[in-house]
Structures are given as structure tokens and as C-alpha cells.
């Protein structure tokens, strides 16, 4: 998939903007002017406690795809936890490292370090959307994870599968081209997701989350939720990561 979407989101001048000073107003705008509100104040913020309850559900190893300011990163490099963050968006990406987390700038569908091998995929924020193509970035996420690896992505709110043109605007000024982006409810998710096992859904201040188990060697009874806080994960070490982790892996 070509990449030009992706630089279309990194070049849009509201949207660095908007990042660097921690507030909006920031939406997506569809060619016949509706607005979607994108959360600049929740995404600049410390990860709150919907966002700790995901993260408690992540397995092993984490990719969040576009991670934005870096909130659910630092969270959870603050844990000790081996974790990476990509972005296409230089500020968001400089933002991440600010908080303490390691990110890089690239699009999901350009090389990665340590595909194939990473326990948990995030797509949050809405960032199933990413492409405008939910099967293909499904397909590309599947790759990136190890076998019976956990997807956990954010839905829309409401029952919806659409395809769209958008670009970035403050409501006074919209720049670069527009983009392809996907919203999709959790039915419609799952729907797109052929050879993935549902593994939960929930909701949780108004916000809709669903997990998602590739085809492979691990129990089918795991179910992505949240650990009890006396387990043990194997890969949660505290430090940083070693030079065999996925997150040192260049």
C-alpha cells in the first residue's frame, strides 16, 4: 500500500499544531463538511483509567500504530514493559520520546521492526481507520504479530462501517490531500476479520474496544482480560529492553 496517505496525516499543519500545543479544536472533514471531533486534549493527557484497563489486557511485547502524542507508550514503558510507538507524524512522534517513550516515525504499512514477533498490536484512537481499508490493514497487522498474537483496536462508538476521503482542519483551515480513513463499530470489525478469533469485547467510559487472537499455538482460553495484578508476565521486565527485544530490534 502506498504511503502517500500517511504523508497527506503528517504534513497537515492543524494537526502538528494542535499536538505540540496539547488542544483543539482538530477534526476530520469529509468532502460534504462533516466534522468528525478528534480528542487532542485525552490523546496529549496521561493515559486516564480506560486506557490503563487496555493496557493491562496487552500481552508480551507492544506495537501501538499510530500512537500519536505518546500517552499509552509512556504509560506503559513506565512499566516496565518493552514497547514501541509509530507515527507518521513527526510531532507525534517527538512528543512520544518527550514523555519517555521510544517511537518511530513510519507508517504501518512500511517495514517494522521485529515482525511477526510482537505480542500486542494497539490500534486506539480510532486508528482501525487507518488506510481506509480495514481488511488490508488487518492483513498487515496479522503480520506483525506473533502467532495467536492479540490485536486490541478502539471502535466507533455506534454501529458504522464507511469508507471515506478526509483531511485535517481546525475548522478555519483544512491542508494537504485528502486522505483515506475507515470507521468501523465493533460488528463491523469483526466482520471484516477473517482468519482472526474474537477474544473480548467491552465498553468503558464511552468508549468501545475489541480483541482480536491470531490463528496460532496459543490457548484459545485466553481471552484478553485483564491480568490479576500478582501475575507475572513473562516479558514485563523492568529497564530498558534488552538487545533481543522486539523494541531494540532495528
Known sequence: MST?????????????????TGHGPLFLRRSDGW???????RWCARADAVDRDVLDRCEGTVLDVGCGPGRLVAELAARGRAVLGVDVSEAAVDHTVRLGGQALRRSVFEPLP??????TVLLMDG?????????????????????????????????????????ITDARSAVGAPFPWARLGTPALLGHARGWRPAAQWTAGGRR???????????????????????????????????????ADR
Open 4 to 20: 502517500a496517505p500517511a504523508l497527506a496525516w503528517a504534513t497537515a499543519d492543524p494537526y502538528a499544531a494542535a499536538l505540540r
Open 35 to 41: 466534522l468528525l471531533p478528534l480528542e487532542v486534549e
Open 114 to 119: 521485529a515482525e511477526g514477533r510482537w505480542g
Open 127 to 167: 486508528n482501525i481507520g487507518i488506510g481506509g481499508d480495514p481488511r488490508a490493514l488487518l492483513r498487515r497487522v496479522a503480520g506483525l504479530l506473533r502467532p495467536g498474537g492479540l490485536l486490541i483496536a478502539e471502535t466507533a462508538p455506534v454501529d458504522v462501517d464507511e469508507r471515506v476521503h478526509v483531511r
Open 209 to 247: 474496544f475489541a480483541a482480536l487472537r491470531t490463528r496460532g499455538s496459543r490457548s484459545a482460553s485466553s481471552s484478553a482480560e485483564p491480568p490479576k495484578r500478582t501475575a507475572v508476565i513473562s516479558s514485563q521486565r523492568t529497564g530498558k529492553p534488552s538487545g533481543d527485544s522486539p523494541v
